[in-house]
Every structure is written in structure tokens, then in C-alpha cells.
């Protein structure tokens, strides 16, 4: 009833109803698609601002923002107004081709990965036959922005910040890829699409329970190590490093930057969901006795399924980061490729043998 | 006491002694003075407590007040004193490798007085650019801005990197030599002056290799604001005022230490109520110290959900201070014989609300960091300073103590209401960060038993004694030691019986701890070095003056 | 427009001082002739501007301390906005000068405060900032921080209470809802009986 996908069937029909040539309906489509996801995405960044500063404000015993709007509801708005009118430094002795295009890539790399989440039923940008491993492939464009922002601002702060970078996301990958791969061994496809309809009667987690788990909190672990937050923050590291690899970057510039961090723990959160938490799917139970209360998850729309899922991985991310503190290099290395990488690889054995005998 | 002289009379046969001061008091000659320092150190003498420049008018002099790290008896300090007539090339030897923290104490005698340490390896200025012209402690300094305008460039890096040192040739005249502190290859990061985990103003030239430290340069100046010159032109109580503003987190007991060194120099007596009343302040303001340093470490490693804590715990001794004295941060409460005025009436049921709630207070931050594993993986196994290396530098307070070195001023010399209350010396033996993060934490719970056992025995009377319009000291020198929360404070007047001093020179223990960070630092990553850092707890403009 | 058209939540005109400063402020910039059709953009922009001050973290003494406590669980200036503290210069939009500024120290300022990316304001915290206050008399204390940068908000005490900060800071508000987005920057000439804050 609350479903989207018919809103989109319904846009489509009007479009080719009052357009008879294919190629603009077409066209008009992708426009309106990409325009949708922009909107999406930067509504998206703004709430994950507001969100992760009025909890960690009652993390902190503090009230968080309450005087612009309501509640302090419009404060990211505020900030964005700010954050776009900000003058933008141009700085010697840089290398200014890189140093503009690096926030640009750590933004089209978390962009590109968000067209490709499934919000709900029938609500995707794309939906490749080998979804997962895209997501996994262009999400680690990111590093290559980060890189090029350390190296071409000329400033020691950001080039120690950029290393640490490439070396935590370099290792965390592996042990995040593994841990999906883990998963598309249970269920048989790379497809975005059919992954989440395998788990329409039960989500995977539930499906092989022990090997899913543990891939599952790997998965939040390197995922989380991936979006560069504490206590995984090492190339921003604020008390050590100033502000780490932007260090030198101003106005919209370090907005982009901003903006790709929250958006990459949605990201990250979107393809747990997706992979562990069966998506869109509603919470089932496979037995007789609950079929009115299947009937009652299934009510509600499968884009506010995914969206709490998400959010509810969002609020653990953000506990986590508000109570740890940081890592030394040498742990954030050890903890990658002494604790999470072994199990990771046996792991993935378990699975292939749990698959084989269930 | 009396065979120390006989020793001193030995070593250096023109030796003179002062009658009736404080402590054994010695006059001796340039050219024995590094006999009697090897001598003396030989005996147990292993700690230099203060190094103060002094201008005599005619001459320019030097006085050590050097102690003992392990006294038999109570307190145990022998003062020397040297002076050189020359005022052009003032030359004297140094005594840098005999007690290590003098490397650091003649540089500071170097700037403000020119006096030149022979065969010191560093001969840098410490606090001042290496731009400026004239030695400003001296007393025929002139103020003038345009001499020493306000500088508009900083430095180039290279300045801060020539280091001259100066020998004596073989007709006894002093020869020049420089060499660079790093070479071209290094990796220098700077490490401040303005840095969010430097805890004020340092600046630290750090030398790495990857993410390793290889060698720390500390540069320090960036908040001096002269305040030792400043006192020589004002009168006694005036000078209480700045010795707040010298580490603001322990004002109060700064202050204590002045009022203690002026009261005993003019022979005032104390009520008893006031003296009670000293205490409790001080060690709430040691509470409160302690938070921000516990608060500010655990942010340094990242964790600003802690630090927040800390600094909400701290609000409740705001209020306390607030209540009686009406200053937040500056309580401004001491006064030269006892306190401004009487506690408030609800100051006693305050602090006796407060000391529960802070006791399970504590018990929170285990549970949020001390037992958090990740805050616990880096605290263990880092950082370490060995009881040797701390008495060598002077690293006092809990930083000493967690290094094992009993040092604790208010055992070793009690002062105020400390002869009359029992409390533990915290010690650990480990000299690593996690000893040094816990010894803040058990001394908080220290300051509270010490609280309690005083808060409901203040005695009635006056809380304070009555003292003359017009402050004058006695001709002479006072020397008073108080234990701060980042150790050993001490305060130094020269008085010549007039209304102002000759001299006033603050002993702050902070110097050392930040000289520490170069031992403990070496071979370890940045990250620590911003924990250790924070596990010193040093406050810059305490090191500045 | 009028100072008493300067809105601030649950705030009134009357219960700011210094408006008489404010309303010279908005006569020397109407000589100039405000534009009418950019007045409403002017709005939304200054609405930004001023409910989102990003401060950098700068202390060199007590005041900092203050500073600290204002960030903390009692204060929290994050209700207005202002929490996300920057280490960078670059991504700051106010500086708190809390502390004293001393010859070393004053070219570090300036440094930073050249490196700080328009629109940037500056607030004097403490006596040591707008004058040298107990330190004046030294031969090694800047008298003023105004002698090196433009500072647009002098908040007195030693060190002020941090009501009085955010107090500061709600008058920082109200002077950055006052600016000409299309004619930036400007710094009017005023002399309020005190000290000129303005470039030298």
C-alpha cells in the first residue's frame, strides 16, 4: 500500500503514455533518476549530521543542537548554507590538479556505491548481475581521493594522515570482501536483487547461523574501519594529526569530504543490511503459529524496513564511535591481519562446508 | 647538616657559609663549583631542585638549591651559590652532566641573564627568540619596543636549529662553536606551537621515521609573559594575583606557596581555621586538576565522551569555589595570612555532597576507559620512565611517583593541615603510562579521604591573621616547596627589606615533564607520543612563567 | 533596518548591551545603500553564517580552560551550532583568541589567522587578548591582540565566566546576521570611545 515501486511504475506509464519516442522517455528517466538520488543522497547526509550530533550529544550528557529550528532540526542546513558560501584556498606549491580533483573522487567513489543500494522494492539506480562485487570494487575508489588529497596538499600532517589511510583501507578490505564473499557462497549470486529475495522467508543471518555471524561481525568491524571513524579514525586522528589528510582543504572542498564520511557509514550499513539483514525483506517467521505476525511485518513498506535497518546499524556505528578510544597504527594493522583475516578465511570454510551439508 | 659543611669545606677550603637561614647555605667560587657538584652528588645530593639566575648589580650569580631523591632525615636541601664579576662575557661551568635537568635550567639563566655555561652541549635561548637583543632580567634592562618590536614573521625552521656551544680555549678565553641539530635528510614535523594536543603552546620539533619518533626538540617561550620580572616591581600581595595565572589548573596551590614564603619571612602566624581551610581548598583543587588531566588524556587517545565527563565532574568544584570565593577558575581566596574571607555557610554540606558522588564518579571512568580494551592496549607497555631518569630530570608529582620516586612534597615537608591528616603516598613502581594514568585517579581518592577527615574538625576562630598595610620582608632569601598537582612547586624571594622583591623565581614542575617526553618518546609512534603527552600532564604557561 | 530587527532566539533586543555600537554599525553600512532585491538572500545567508560558527581550537592559557567548559556537558554550545571545533584553520570560521598573546606567539597568530578561510571572525577572550590585562607591564606580552588582527567580539574577564562567552558569541551572531554578502568584506570605521578594532 505505502510501496514505492508503484510510484515509479506509475511515473514510467505517464512518461511513456505522453512521449512516444523510447529514447527520450528513457532519457527523461535517467535524468529524473539521477536528480532523485542526488536529492537522496544529500537529504540522507544532512539527517546522519543531525543525527550523530544530537546522539552524541546524549551520549555526552549535553543537549546537542536546540536553537536553530526546532529541536534544532534545521542546524545541517545551516551548516551547508555556511559550508557552500565558504571561500575556497587556493594554496601554493600544491599539486593543484590532484588537490582539486581528490575530494571529487572520494565523493564520486561513495556516490557511485549509494546508486547501487536497494532502498526498497523495485527502488535501485542499478541493478547489475554482479551488484556485490561492483559495490565492493568502486567503494574502494575512495582511498584513491583520500591518497591524492594527503600527497598533493604539500603539509606532513596529511601525507602521515593519507598513509595510515591507505594502509587501514587497504588491509580492512580484504577482510570486509572476504566477509561477503562468505556470503554470496550461501547464496549462489552476486545480484543485489536476488540476494535480498533469498531471504524472503528468513534473512541470512538467521539462515546459517554460525558462520553468517561471524561474518556478519567482521563485516561491521572492517566496515566500520572503512569509514575512517573512530576508533578507527587514524587519518584524521584530530588530536594528533589536526584534521589528518584535509588538513588544507576549505569550504565546499572539505565538504565533499564531510559529506562522503557520513554518507560511507550509510553505505556501509546499507550493504550489511542487504547482505546479513535481508534488505527490504521483513522480519519472518517460519513457522505456522506466526503467520499473522508475518502478515503484520509484511505491512509495513519494505523501504521503511530498510531505512530502520539501516538506521539501527547507524546508531551502533555511532556508539561504538562515542565510547572507544582510537587505535595505535601497529594495533589497527594486528587487530586486520593477526585477528580478523584468519578468521575471515576459516570462516569462509565454514560456510562452504555448512552450505555443502545443509 | 653539620658534616655536609665539613664535606663542602673539603672539597672547596674558600667556601663561605651563611648563618641562621633555612637551609645550609653555601658561597662558593666559579672554578669549585664542579668539584663540590660531583661531590655532592656523590652523597646523595642527585636531585636539582631549582637553578636561579641572579644579578647582584656588580655581579651575575647562579644558586642551586639541590636536594636529596631519597632524604634519611626530613627534608634535606643544600643551597649554592656562585657569581662572576664579569658582566660582558659572564662564564660559568655548567653542570648539565652532572644532574640532567640542569641542561635546561642554564639555558633558561642564559636568557634572561646572558650568563654563559662553559661546555654546555646547547647554549639556545629557551623562552625568547633567538632574535632578541638584550638579556631582560638583567637590571639595567630597558624596555623598548623598538629594539624588540613585536615580531611580524616566524622564524625559519634553520634558526631553531643552530646550536652554539662554548668552551674555554687555553688563555681562558671563550670560543664559540655551532652545529646543527638536524640534518637536511630529517623528517621534521612541528609538532605546535599550536596543536590541539600540545596542552597550550609547546612547540616540538619532532624528528621521525614513518610513523617512529627518532628525536624530540622542545621549544618553549610561546607563552612567556615574564611574570618573575614582573613581581620585582610590584609588592607582595600584588605578585598573589600572577601566581594564579602561572598553571591555572593548580591555582590555588601555587598561590599557597607564595602566602607560605611571604607568612614565613615576615613571621606571620596562620590561624588554625585557615590553615584547615587551605587544605580542603587545595586538595579540591587537586580533584579538579586531576580531572582535567585524566579528562584531556583520554581525549588526546581520542575518547571525547570521557573527556567530557571529566569536565562535568570538575562543574560540581566550580560551584563549590563559587560559593565561598566567587571565582570559577581564578578563586583569588588566599591573602597573605590566612584567607579572604569565612567559608560560605553551605560550603561544608557541599563538600560533603560532593565526595560520595565523586567516589562513584571514579568507579564510571573505570568502567567507560580503564578497563576499556583498547584505552588499556595502548596505556600498557608504553611510555616508560625509569626512577633513575626521573630523579635525573626532576620529574616530580604523579609522574614521579608513578616512576616509584617517593616525592611527595607534603610528606617529605608538611605544610597547612597535612602533619594532621593520614593519606597515602600513592607509588607504583612500573613507570609507564597506565601507572601514571592510575596514580591520578588513586590520588583523587587520596584528596577525598583527606577532605573527609578535615571537613568537619575545621576549627572555630579567625580564618584570618592580622598583617600589616605595608608587606616588608626581612633582607634575605625564602625558599618554600608546596605539592602541587603536577609536583613539586617551588617559590623563591630574594628580599633586600624593601617593599618589593629582589628576586622571585618560581620553580615549576612542568619543565621536567616535558624534558621527559624526549627519553620516553624515542622509538615510539606519534600517537604515543600525543598519550604520553597526555599521561605527563604538563601545563605550558607553569613552564613559561 | 534596526537593531531591534536582529532576531535571536528567546532573546531580546533589550537584553543585549552595547546596541547603541550596533545601530551606528547599520546606519555606516546603509550610507552605502543596501540593496533591497538581495536583502531576502542576504537573509538566508547570514542565517547560515551566523547558526553555524565553527570554532578553531586555539588556547594559550586560562582562558582555554574556560573555553573547555564551555564545549563540556554543563554549557554546551552545541546548541548553537558551534561544537564542530576544527583543528584546521582552514575549515574555521571564528577564532577564540582565549589567552594570552605574547612577541613569540603573536606572528604564530597572525599566521593562523591568514591561513583561516573567509568570512572569519575573531573574539577577544579575556583581558590578556584586549589589552595585556595583569600581564600589560611586561616586556613580552602583546597589548591587545587588535594590535595584529581585526577582532570583531571583545569578551572582558580574567578569565570571563562561560555565560559570558556565550553571551559573546550570541552578539557575534547578531553582528555576522548584519553583513552584506554582495559587498564583502567590509569593516566599518567606528570609534565607540575605546580602541579601534578595525585593520591596521
Known amino acids: ?186 547464496s549462489g549470486s552476486l545480484q543485489l536483487s536476488e540476494i535480498i529475495e533469498g531471504q524472503a522467508k528468513a534473512w541470512y543471518i538467521f539462515q546459517a547461523p554460525l558462520p553468517a555471524f561471524i561474518a556478519f561481525i567482521i563485516y561491521l568491524i572492517a566496515g566500520h574501519a572503512e569509514t575512517n571513524r573512530g576508533p578507527f579514525d587514524l587519518p584524521e586522528a584530530e588530536s594528533e594529526l589536526t584534521a ?105 570454510l565454514l560456510m562452504s562446508v555448512w552450505v555443502l551439508i545443509f | 647538616m653539620d658534616n655536609m659543611q665539613k664535606y663542602i669545606q673539603t672539597l672547596a677550603p674558600k667556601a663561605q657559609f651563611e648563618e641562621g637561614g633555612q637551609y645550609l647555605t653555601t658561597t662558593i667560587e666559579p672554578d669549585a663549583l664542579r668539584k663540590v657538584a660531583t661531590g655532592l652528588k656523590e652523597k646523595g645530593f642527585d636531585y636539582l631542585m631549582c637553578l636561579t639566575g ?41 653542570v648539565s652532566d652532572i644532574w640532567e635537568i640542569a641542561t635546561y635550567y642554564e639555558r633558561e639563566a642564559y636568557d634572561f641573564y646572558g650568563i654563559i655555561f662553559v661546555n654546555h652541549p646547547d647554549m639556545r635561548r629557551l623562552f625568547l627568540r633567538e632574535d632578541w637583543v638584550g638579556f631582560p632580567f638583567r637590571k639595567d ?72 619518533i627518532k628525536h624530540i626538540d622542545p621549544h618553549f617561550g610561546y607563552i612567556h609573559r615574564g611574570i618573575e620580572k614582573m613581581c620585582e616591581s610590584m609588592t607582595y600581595p600584588q605578585m598573589l594575583y600572577l601566581t594564579e595565572r602561572l598553571d591555572y589548573l593548580c591555582g590555588t596551590m ?105 567516589r562513584k564518579m571514579i568507579e564510571e571512568y573505570h ?21 633513575e631518569q626521573a630523579v635525573a630530570l626532576g620529574v616530580t608529582g604523579p609522574s614521579g611517583r608513578a616512576s616509584g ?17 593520614k593519606f597515602d603516598e600513592m607509588l607504583h613502581q612500573g613507570g609507564g603510562t597506565f601507572d601514571r594514568y592510575m596514580i591520578r585517579l588513586e590520588e583523587i581518592e587520596q584528596s577525598l579521604r583527606i577532605i573527609e577527615q578535615l571537613i568537619d574538625n575545621i576549627p572555630e576562630g579567625d580564618c584570618r591573621a592580622k598583617v600589616p598595610a605595608i608587606i616588608k620582608l626581612p633582607a634575605g632569601e625564602y625558599y618554600q616547596r608546596v605539592e602541587n598537582a603536577r609536583g613539586d612547586f617551588g617559590v623563591y624571594i630574594n628580599s633586600t627589606g624593601d617593599k618589593n622583591p629582589y628576586r622571585v623565581k618560581f620553580r615549576s614542575p612542568c619543565l621536567s615533564l616535558v624534558t621527559a617526553l624526549d627519553p620516553m618518546c624515542t622509538e615510539q609512534k606519534i600517537a604515543d607520543l600525543i598519550m604520553i603527552s597526555g599521561s605527563l600532564d604538563y601545563v605550558i604557561p607553569c613552564i613559561d612563567r | 533596518m534596526e537593531v531591534k530587527d536582529i532576531k535571536i532566539k528567546s532573546m531580546k533586543t533589550e537584553d543585549f548591551k552595547d546596541n547603541e555600537y550596533l545601530q551606528q554599525y547599520i546606519e555606516e553600512l546603509q550610507k552605502d545603500g543596501l540593496n533591497i532585491a ?58 577564540f583568541v582565549s589567552g594570552t598573546i605574547t612577541y613569540k606567539m603573536a606572528p604564530v597568530l597572525k599566521r593562523l589567522y591568514d591561513q583561516m578561510a573567509e568570512p572569519k571572525y575573531v573574539i577577544a577572550v579575556g583581558g590578556c587578548s584586549i589589552s595585556g590585562g595583569p600581564f600589560k607591564e611586561s616586556y613580552h606580552v602583546v597589548n591587545g591582540v587588535d594590535k595584529i588582527i581585526p577582532v570583531d567580539v571583545y569578551i572582558p574577564g580574567c578569565p570571563p565566566r562561560p555565560e559570558a562567552m556565550l553571551y559573546g558569541m550570541m552578539q557575534l551572531q547578531r553582528k555576522i546576521k548584519l553583513e552584506n554578502f554582495f559587498k564583502l568584506p567590509k569593516k566599518p570605521n567606528i570609534s565607540n570611545g575605546q580602541t579601534e578594532g578595525g585593520n591596521k
Not at chain 1, 503484520?296 to 539501516?310: C, E, L, N, Q, S
Not at chain 2, 636529596?68 to 658582566?87: A, C, D, F, G, Q
Not at chain 2, 620516586?405 to 591528616?421: E, F, G, L, N, Q
Open chain 1, 1 to 186: 500500500m505505502l510501496e514505492l515501486d508503484k510510484l515509479v511504475t506509475l511515473i514510467h506509464s505517464t512518461l511513456a503514455d505522453a512521449i512516444d519516442i523510447e529514447w527520450l522517455v528513457k532519457l527523461i528517466e535517467y535524468v529524473l533518476i539521477g536528480v532523485g538520488f542526488l536529492a537522496l543522497y544529500a537529504v540522507l547526509a544532512l539527517i546522519l549530521i543531525l543525527l550523530e550530533r544530537k546522539i552524541c550529544a546524549y551520549f555526552q550528557c549535553r543537549l546537542g543542537p536546540t536553537r536553530v529550528g526546532p529541536w534544532g532540526l534545521i542546524q545541517p542546513i545551516a551548516d551547508m548554507v555556511k559550508i557552500l558560501l565558504k571561500e575556497i584556498i587556493k594554496i601554493d606549491k600544491t599539486d593543484w590538479i590532484l588537490f582539486k580533483v581528490a575530494p571529487f573522487i572520494v565523493i564520486m567513489g561513495s556516490f557511485c556505491t549509494f546508486g547501487a543500494l536497494q532502498f526498497g522494492k523495485g527502488i535501485c539506480g542499478v541493478d547489475f548481475n554482479v551488484g556485490l562485487f561492483y559495490m565492493i570494487a568502486i567503494s574502494s575508489l575512495g582511498v584513491i581521493g583520500i591518497l591524492l588529497a594527503g600527497w598533493a596538499s604539500n603539509n606532513k600532517y596529511t601525507l602521515i594522515g593519507a598513509m595510515r589511510s591507505g594502509a587501514q583501507l587497504v588491509s580492512y578490505e580484504l577482510s570486509a570482501g572476504i566477509a561477503l564473499l562468505t556470503m554470496v557462497v550461501l
Open chain 1, 244 to 348: 589528518g589528510y584535509h588538513t588544507e582543504y576549505s569550504g565546499i572542498q572539505f565538504g565533499f569530504f564531510y559529506l562522503a564520511e557520513y554518507l560511507n557509514m550509510f553505505i556501509i550499513a546499507g550493504i550489511a543490511t542487504m547482505v546479513f539483514l535481508g534488505g527490504y525483506q521483513p522480519f519472518q517467521i517460519n513457522a505456522e503459529w506466526a503467520e499473522g505476525f508475518n502478515n503484520i511485518m509484511a505491512y509495513i513498506p519494505t523501504w521503511a524496513w530498510f531505512f530502520g535497518k539501516v538506521f539501527g546499524l547507524i546508531l551502533l556505528s555511532l556508539w561504538v564511535r562515542w565510547t572507544f578510544p582510537r587505535l595505535r597504527i601497529d594495533q589497527l594493522l594486528k587487530l586486520e591481519w593477526k585477528i580478523l583475516m584468519p578468521i575471515s578465511l576459516l570462516n569462509l
Open chain 2, 54 to 94: 641572579m644579578d647582584y648589580k656588580e655581579s651575575l650569580g647562579v644558586i642551586y638549591h639541590i636536594s636529596s631523591s631519597n632524604p634519611k632525615e626530613k627534608e634535606t636541601v643544600i643551597v649554592l651559590k656562585t657569581s662572576t664579576t664579569n658582566r660582558e662575557e659572564p662564564a660559568i661551568p655548567t
Open chain 2, 141 to 212: 634592562y630597558v624596555v623598548n619596543d623598538e629594539i624588540n618590536p613585536v615580531p611580524t614573521k616566524v622564524p625559519d625552521p634553520d634558526d631553531y636549529e643552530a646550536v652554539p656551544s662554548y668552551s674555554l680555549n687555553k688563555e681562558g678565553k671563550l670560543v664559540k662553536k655551532t652545529k646543527s641539530l638536524f640534518e637536511n635528510k630529517d623528517y621534521i614535523v612541528n609538532i605546535g606551537p599550536q596543536h590541539p594536543s600540545t596542552h597550550g603552546v609547546l612547540h616540538l620539533r619532532t624528528k621521525l621515521e614513518g610513523e617512529i
Open chain 2, 254 to 358: 601555587n598561590r599557597h606557596g607564595l602566602c607560605m614564603c611571604i607568612e614565613k619571612a615576615a613571621g606571620i602566624e596562620v590561624p588554625a581555621r585557615a590553615q584547615y581551610i587551605r587544605t580542603i581548598f587545595d586538595e579540591l583543587t587537586r580533584i579538579a586538576s586531576h580531572l582535567i588531566g585524566w579528562a584531556c588524556m583520554c581525549n588526546d587517545m581520542g575518547s571525547i565522551t570521557a573527556f567530557i565527563y571529566g569536565m562535568r565532574d570538575r562543574e560540581k568544584i566550580m560551584d563549590i569555589y563559587e560559593e565561598t570565593a566567587g571565582g570559577r577558575l581564578m578563586v583569588n581566596y588566599y591573602v597573605v595570612g590566612g584567607v579572604a574571607q569565612d567559608i560560605h555557610p553551605n560550603f561544608v554540606n557541599r563538600v560533603k555532597e560532593f565526595i560520595p558522588y565523586m
Open chain 2, 367 to 387: 568502567t567507560l576507559f580503564t578497563h576499556n580494551p583498547i584505552a588499556a592496549g595502548r596505556m600498557k607497555d608504553c611510555g616508560f620512565l625509569t626512577k
Open chain 2, 405 to 421: 620516586w617517593s616525592c611527595d612534597v607534603r610528606k617529605i615537608a608538611p605544610y597547612a593541615a597535612y602533619d594532621k591528616v
Open chain 3, 38 to 95: 538581495t536583502e531576502k538572500l542576504d537573509d538566508l545567508i547570514n542565517w547560515g553564517r551566523s547558526n553555524s560558527v565553527w570554532p578553531f581550537t586555539f588556547a594559550t592559557s586560562c582562558c582555554g580552560i574556560e573555553f573547555m567548559c564551555v564545549a563540556a556537558a554543563r554549557h554546551d554550545f552545541a546548541r548553537f551550532g558551534w561544537e564542530v571545533t576544527r583543528n584546521s584553520p582552514r575549515q574555521a570560521d571564528v577564532i
